[in-house]
């Protein structure tokens, strides 16, 4: 066995969600204005908004990816935020 292909991990996905990956561009897109719109409280948007955003966005996701993509919107927004 070749020692390269062994700890190579090029290739192997890691992310536990991919059907949230693939909406995650748009949800953010979405959800943008409700971020910003915080103000100086950034990333602190009322859950329940950012939650019904995504809902009326994506009927069909499962209420249980609901607070996953909302975590990782806000996370994200908050990362490239900072100074």
Known sequence: MNLESKNSSVGIERRKYPHIREIFDDAYRIVFPLLESSGEMIGRTSHSMLHQALRNAF?????????????????????????
């Open 59 to 83: 009927p069909d996701l499962h209420k249980q990816d609901l607070p996953i993509l909302a975590a990782s919107l806000t996370r994200v927004f908050r990362e490239r935020r900072k100074p």
